[in-house]
C-alpha cells in the first residue's frame, strides 16, 4: 500500500501504515535490534536508544563515514523518532487484536526531486521488514524500488 502525503504548515509528512501479524515486541526488536535492522535497513545502526541518543546511518560507499541521527522522541516498545538530514522520520507501534500496527512518518520540510527516492526506499524497506518478521530475509528488490520510484515520483508531483 503506498504511503500518504499530505501538506502541513511549515511541510509536509508522508506516512506509511503497516498492519503487521507480529507481536509489538517483535517488530520493536526488527527496529531497534541492529542484527535485525540490518536486514532490512542496511544503512541504519541503533547506537544509543534513549530520547537525545543516537541513530547512525552508515554511507556504505567504503568511505567508512557514519552519520549521528539524533534520536528526538523515543518511548521503549511504542515510539522511535530520528533527524534524517533535515527532516525527521518516526515509527509509531501499537498492538492490534491481530499483531501491530506500524506507522512510519516522515516529516519533510521541502519536496525535493530526492524526496521520491526516499519515499520509495522506505516502502520497499517495509516490504523488507515485513518479510523478515515472516522469516523470509530479502535482498534489496531494485526493480520493485524503480516501480514504487515511478509512483512516488507522481505522487509527490500531484502533492507538491
Known sequence: ?????????????????????????????ALTDN?????????????????????????????????DMEITDYEPLSVLEFTWGKDRVRFEV????????LVLKEFIGTLTDHTPKDLAGWHVCL???SALLDGQAIEFPMDEWKKWYEQYGE???QVG
Not at 503506498?2 to 526488536?29: C, M, T
Not at 540490518?38 to 541503533?46: C, H
Open 1 to 29: 500500500m503506498i504511503a500518504s502525503i499530505n501538506k502541513k504548515d511549515n511541510g509536509f509528512i508522508a506516512q506509511y501504515d503497516r498492519p503487521l501479524g507480529h507481536a509489538v515486541s517483535e517488530v520493536w526488536a
Open 35 to 67: 542484527e535485525l535492522l540490518v536486514k532490512w535497513m542496511t544503512n541504519l545502526q541503533a547506537d544509543d536508544l534513549r530520547k537525545g541518543g543516537h541513530m547512525k546511518f552508515d554511507m556504505k560507499d567504503g568511505s567508512g563515514t557514519l552519520i
Open 94 to 101: 501499537s498492538a492490534r487484536s491481530k499483531g501491530s500496527l
Open 127 to 129: 516490504d523488507m521488514m
Open 155 to 157: 505522487l509527490v508531483k
